[in-house]
């Protein structure tokens, strides 16, 4: 039996709200009160209730006064006081993290991410980030892995997994990307591709940690393209990286994970997207720099 206690939830709190735990739980009357207090939601294993998680990755855009009016008129709008199936994630680029932060300090619902995070704890890392920095700013998420980082930056399964283990260590949620270029979708390499990249973002981790991650799918050749993946050919996808996390972990954590869609998501294809069964939200870029556009998709069902 464990002993749920008030740092637990403080840190579900931060890492959007979501406690998971596979064994049963007691709570303490301290810790009942914070879990109504942080909107925290406690999931025991084996547990469907995925949260749909609506995230923006603003990638190199928007200098600081462009991101806090950005921020402002999305938690204006944003209003998920009573939608209790989601969050929405901004991620924009280090520069503009506190002052955002700022912005959306006690919105319900609307939380901060990161687009990177380096493993070490400091030094000299030029030009890089550590979770320490990130949480100073008040970031709850951290993408990793993204196909631009992979591109253009060296980033390899093996760094994603440095990554993705620090990020745990220290209660940042991560959002694992993989997907597949254009040239492996038509030799039929795709799900070779997405398998090994799982695999390597995974290596090393507790089922208890991989219930905690989040994945996006996003194929290669559907970002920034306006070319988005059909429901079919992303639900596809979507069920197979779970069998995936079942295969690694076991069937109650593949159904616990939230697994994102990302490529050219819009307003227009957002709900055919988000019906699919294996499909629990959406990685934004283009879409997420239009306050309105980002709205539209995280309520995508009114
Ligand atoms: P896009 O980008 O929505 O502009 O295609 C998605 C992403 O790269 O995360």
């Known amino acids: 039996m464990k002993l749920i206690q008030y740092a637990d939830i403080l840190s579900a709190s931060r890492s959007g709200g979501k406690l998971f735990t596979d064994e049963k739980y007691v709570l303490t009357p301290l810790a009942k009160e914070a879990l109504k207090r942080h909107n925290v ?4 294993g084996g547990s469907s209730m995925r949260k749909i998680i609506i995230a923006g990755n603003w990638k190199m855009n928007m200098a600081n006064d462009e991101a806090i009016l950005l921020s402002k008129a999305v938690a204006a709008g944003v209003g998920m006081g009573e ?20 912005g959306i300090s006690g919105i319900k619902g609307l939380y901060l991410g990161a687009q990177n995070i380096f493993y070490e704890d ?21 993408i990793i892995g993204h196909s631009e980082r992979r591109k253009y930056f060296g980033e390899t399964d093996e760094t994603v997994n440095k990554r993705v283990k620090k990020a745990l260590e220290k209660s940042l949620t991560p959002i694992i990307c ?25 290596s090393g981790l507790s089922k208890n940690d991989i219930m905690k991650v989040v994945i996006a799918y996003e194929p290669v050749w559907a970002i920034g393209t306006g070319k988005t993946a059909s429901p079919e050919q992303a639900q596809s996808m ?14 109650d954590v593949s159904q616990s ?24 939200g959406g990685l934004i870029g283009g879409a997420s720099l239009k306050a309105e556009d980002f709205l539209k998709l995280v309520h995508f069902d009114d």
């Open 83 to 102: 939608v209790k199936d989601r969050i929405a994630v901004m991620c924009p680029p280090f520069t503009a993290l506190s002052s955002v932060a700022a």
């Open 238 to 251: 979507h069920a197979y990286i779970r069998e995936q996390l079942a295969a690694i972990a076991d069937g």
């Open 257 to 280: 994970v939230s697994i994102l869609y990302g490529g050219s998501m819009t307003p227009a294809n957002v709900k055919g997207l988000l019906e699919c069964a294996d499909i629990d």
């Open 178 to 202: 993989v997907g597949e270029t254009l040239e492996e979708r038509e030799s039929s390499r795709e799900l070779r591709v997405v398998k090994k990249q799982i695999a390597g973002a995974l």
């Open 41 to 44: 939601e406690i999931l025991s």
């Open 122 to 142: 400091k030094g000299a890392y030029t030009g890089e980030i550590s979770a320490d920095m990130l949480l100073s700013c008040g970031c709850s998420f951290c």
